[in-house]
C-alpha cells in the first residue's frame, strides 16, 4: 500500500479553497498510485483559527465541507483534519479530530487527545479532549491515527512531564501496524531536529513504521514549516517532505526505500526561510499585493527589504529613504545603495520640514530641546506616517523593521516605527539580523556592507547611538534569551557573569515596555518565545525585582 | 463566630504591597472582632498574572509573601488566595489555591477543581485543577472553600455543561458547615444579579450559610467589581460589600443579621462605576499620574473626558482641541465648553498647517485629493501625534475615545485616533455612549447637549457624516451585539429583521478590520465579549460568508 502524505497550505477560514486543495492534492496523490492520501491536522479549516473555532458558524461550514468532501470520495482513502461535533451533555462543543474518508463515507474519525496549552496554544480553551483512540481498519491494515501534540506525550516543563498518558503506545498495544500523526507544528528554529528525534523513536519503541504529516505555511505569527516526514519500523529516517512549501511525500508500506539523509538547512537559512513564508502568506491570505519599507540604511530596514523581495519579488516592494537634519550621509547613500542592489522602487521623502512643522504647532506647549523625547519620537511618527499615507493611497502593507532585541526593551516608537501591518524582525535578536544580513549576502553584496559595520543608531538625535541607550548588543542579547526563552531570574541571570545591576535595569525595561507590545503589529515566531499571541503579560503591575517584601 | 471579607484592590506582581494591604485588612477585621477574615482568589499576587504565573521567580516570591504571612499570623484566621506548588511529577507547576493561615502555620491548604479556559480566562494554561477539595476544621467549624470557577460549575455554553462535577455540593456531603468561595470575578454589565442567584442557589441548595469574597480593581482590561455577598443557609441574601471599592464585610455566624435588599445599581450607573475604576486603576497601577484626551466636541471624547476626571480629579485631565479646515465652528465651541464644564486645563493645537505640510512633502508621491483615504487617515495621525507628543513631554497618557461600534467594523485611524494606552471606550457601543451622556449630565449639563444631539461626524473631509459610511448606529449596534456577544451568523441575524446584504456587509468589516483591533490598546470590559484578551481572531484568513463550498 502506497501512503501519500499530503503537506499543504491551507487558509484558515477559506473552506473552498482548502477544499480544493484538499481536492488537487488527492487527485494527485491518486495519479502517483497512492492508495491512502494524509492532510495535516485541521487542514480543512487551516490553524490555528483561534476564536473561529468557538463560532458556530464555522463549525456549521466545516461540518458541511467534511461531508462533502466525503461524499465526493471514492477508492482513494483520505484522512483529513477537521472539527468534529462532541456529543457528550458536557464539555467543550467540538474535537479536534481527523477523518477517514472513504467510499463516499466518512468511515472512521478520531480526536486529540493530549491538548496543548502553553505557548500560541489554547486548544483546552475550545476542544473537548478524546476519551480513547483506538486504532482502525483500512484495507487491511491497522491504523494508529493521532493528531499532533498526540506524538509530544513525553515532553517535559522543567522537571514535570506535561502529560501521563502516551496515546501513541496505546494504539501499538491496540494493535496497529502503521502510525499515523497528522499535525500542525510550528516552526521553532532547530525544532526540526528535535521533532524528527521524537517522531523516530515513536518508530523505533513500537517497532512499526511512523508517517508524520505536517502543515506548511505561514498564519499571522505562526509559520509551519512542513518536513513531514516518514520512518521505518527501527525509527529509520525513509524520507522528508520540502521545508516550507506544499509538497507530497508518497511512500510504500510494502516496499519502502533505504533509510535517506536528508541535507538538514543551517539555523540561519531555516530562519530565513520561516521569514520569506511568514511575509509572503500574511500578504496572500490578507489579499495585499505590494509593501512599502522605510530604509534608513541601517541593518534591520536593509534585511526587512531584502526579505520582503526573496517573499514577493522585487515589483512589489518600495524602499522609501526619508532622511532627517540627523540623518547621516552614509545612511542615505546606504539605503538607496540597497534600493539599487534590490533593483526595487525607491522614493525619498526628506521629513525635516514635517519635524519643523510640527515643532512649530507646539512651540507654545512645549519647549525646543532636541534631546527631548517627544522630538525624538516625533521624528519616527512622521515616518508612519508618511509610509501610511504611501500604503493607504495603494493599497499596500507597511514592514515595520524593529528587531526582537529593541522590542523587548522598549527601544521603538509606538506609531512611529512600530507603524506597520507585520514586523518580520520582531521574533529576531540584533545579533540574529547580523547573521541574516551575512546570509543574505553569501554570494554577492546586497545589503551594503556599511549598512552591517557602522555602529547601530536610530538617528533621532545628533550623535546618538545605540550603545549609549542600550547595553552592547552581544551582552543584551545573552539577558534577554536567559530571561524571555529560558525564563530565568534576575539573580541566576547575574551568575552567569552579568552585572547585577545591568540585568536589573534590562528586565525592569522589559517590564515598563510592556504596553508597546500590546499594540506591536504581529511578528513571525522563529524563537521558543516569541512576543505576541504565545505571550501574554500584564501592563499595569508591580515588580518583585527589589526583593523586600 | 464572625467572618470578616476583605474585600481588596491588590497590584498584580506588586507582593510586597499586596502584603501590606492583607495586614492592614487583617488587623482591621480583627479589631472589629473577626475569628476569620477571608480575602479574593490570587490576593497576594493579584489577578489575572498571566505569563507571570509560569516565571520561576514569581512564583518562587509568592512562595516566600504566603510564607511570611503564615509566619506573622495569630489568633485571626486568615484565609487567602494565592499559588502553591503542584507536588505531582506531571501537569502543570503550579494550583490556584487557598490556604488557611493560623497562629503562625499553614494549617489548610486547597486548590480550585474548575479551571475556566474561556474568554479572558486560560487557568488551564497555568494551574493543574484539584483533584479533591476536602473540607477544613477551623475553631470547631468545618469549612468547605472553594474558587471562583468552583462555584460556576452548572453554567452552560450553548446546550452543553461546562463540567460535570460540583464541588461545593460534594463539601456539603463531605460535612461542611461553613461555604465559602473566594474569588477574581470580572465585571459585566447585569452579571452581579446572575452571581447572586448562583451563589444564593449554593446556600439553599445545601442548606448552609455562604460567604463569597470577590475581588474589586481595574487590572489592564478587567475590572472586578467587589460587590461580595453573604447568603444564609436559606440562600437569603444578608449583606453585600461595595461595588468598585476596597470595603470588609463582617458577619457573625450565630447571629445573623435579617435578610438585606441593598438598593442595585442601574446598568448605566455600573458601566461608569467599571470605566471609572478602570481608568483610575490603570493609571495609578502603571504609575502614571495624568492624561491627555483629545477633544473634538463629539460625543465620544466628551464622555472619556468626564469620566477621566470622576476617576483621576480635574487637575490631572488635559483636553486638546485640534481643529482642522473640516471642523465645524460647532464642534470646536463644544470642545470648550466642555472642558469648562469640567474646569479642565484645555489646549488649542490647530492642525491646518501640518496637514498642509503633509500635503507638500508627499505631493510627487500622492495627487491631492481631500476624499482620498490617505488624507482622512493623515489628519487623525497628525492629532494622535500631538498628543502623544504632549503626554511624552508631561510623562502623562493618551486616552482614546472611540467607541465599540466604530472598532467592530474599523471605522478608526491605526496611529491615529487609536493612539493611546488606553482605551475607555472600546467595549461600549455608540448607543451606550449616549447612555453615559445622559447619565452624567443627569444633574446639570456637563457634557453640552449640542454634542449628544448633532449627528456624529469623523469631520475628516466636507460634509462627512458617520451615517454615509455606516449603517444608522442604533440598527449597527443590535447587528454587533448579535453576532459578537451571541455569536449568531449572517443568516441567523438577517432572520430577526435586517438586510441580508447589511448584515454581510457588517460581519465581513468586522472580519477585515481584526488588523486594527490587534494594535488597539487595552480597553475596559463591560460586556461578555469585548475585543482584546477574550476574544482572539486570526488577521489573515478567507470568510465563510459565501456560502459556496
Known sequence: MKIALAQINPTIADFSGN??????????????????????????SGYPALDLWEDPAFIRENSRAIKKLAAESGELGII??????????????????????????????????????????????????????????????????????DAWFSEKNGNKKLYQTDPIGLQARQGADILINISASPFIRGKNLQRRKIMSAHARKNQLPFFYCNMTGGNDEI????????????????????????????????????????????????????????????????????????????????????????????????GVSMPSR??????????????????????????????????????????????????????????????????????????????????????????????????????????????????????????????IQKAPSAELKPGQKDEDDLPPYPVLDQILKLHIEERLGLDEIAKKGFSKNLVKETLRRIELSEHKRRQAPPSIKISPKAFGVGRRMPIARGTYLDEEL
Chains 1, 2 share one sequence.
Open 19 to 44: 477544499l480544493k486543495k484538499i481536492r488537487d492534492f488527492s487527485a494527485k496523490a491518486q495519479k502517483q498510485g497512492a492508495s491512502l492520501v494524509v492532510f495535516p491536522e485541521q487542514a480543512l
Open 80 to 149: 483529513v483534519g477537521f472539527s468534529s461535533f462532541n456529543s457528550a451533555p458536557f464539555g467543550k462543543p467540538i474535537h479536534n479530530s481527523a477523518a477517514l474518508l472513504h467510499r463516499g463515507k466518512i468511515k472512521a474519525s478520531r480526536h486529540k487527545t493530549l491538548l496543548p496549552t502553553y505557548d500560541v496554544f489554547d486548544e483546552a480553551r475550545y476542544f473537548k479532549p478524546a476519551r480513547s483512540n483506538p486504532p482502525f481498519k483500512f484495507k487491511g491494515k491497522t491504523i494508529g491515527l493521532t493528531i499532533c501534540e
Open 223 to 318: 509559520v509551519f514549516d512542513g518536513r513531514s516526514c516518514v520512518f521505518d519500523h527501527k525509527g529509520r529516517l525513509i524520507d522528508q517532505a520540502k521545508a516550507f512549501s506544499e509538497d507530497i511525500l508518497l511512500v510504500d508500506l510494502e516496499n519502502m526505500p533505504p533509510p535517506a539523509s536528508p541535507s538538514d538547512m543551517s539555523e540561519i537559512e531555516e530562519i530565513e526561510g520561516a521569514l520569506i513564508t511568514g511575509i509572503g502568506d500574511y500578504l496572500s491570505k490578507c489579499k495585499i499585493s505590494k509593501v512599502f519599507v522605510g530604509l534608513s540604511g541601517g541593518i534591520d530596514s536593509a534585511v526587512v527589504a531584502a526579505l520582503a523581495v526573496k517573499a514577493l519579488g522585487k515589483d512589489r516592494v518600495t
Open 326 to 451: 540627523y540623518s547621516s550621509q552614509g545612511s542615505i547613500v546606504d539605503a538607496k545603495t540597497l534600493a539599487q542592489n534590490l533593483q526595487i522602487r525607491f522614493l525619498s521623502v526628506p521629513i525635516s520640514s514635517l519635524h519643523d512643522s510640527y515643532k512649530e504647532t507646539l512651540k507654545n506647549f512645549i519647549g525646543g530641546n532636541p534631546e527631548d523625547l517627544w522630538e525624538q519620537n516625533i521624528q519616527a511618527r512622521i515616518r508612519g506616517n508618511i509610509l501610511m499615507a504611501l500604503a493607504n493611497k495603494e493599497g499596500g502593507m507597511v514592514l515595520t523593521t524593529g528587531n526582537k532585541s529593541e522590542l523587548s526593551v522598549g527601544y521603538c516608537t509606538l506609531y512611529g516605527d512600530m507603524s506597520g501591518g507585520l514586523a518580520p524582525l520582531a521574533d529576531v535578536p540584533k545579533e540574529t539580523v547580523y547573521q541574516l544580513a551575512q546570509w543574505i549576502n553569501r554570494e554577492k553584496e546586497i545589503i551594503p556592507l556599511n549598512s
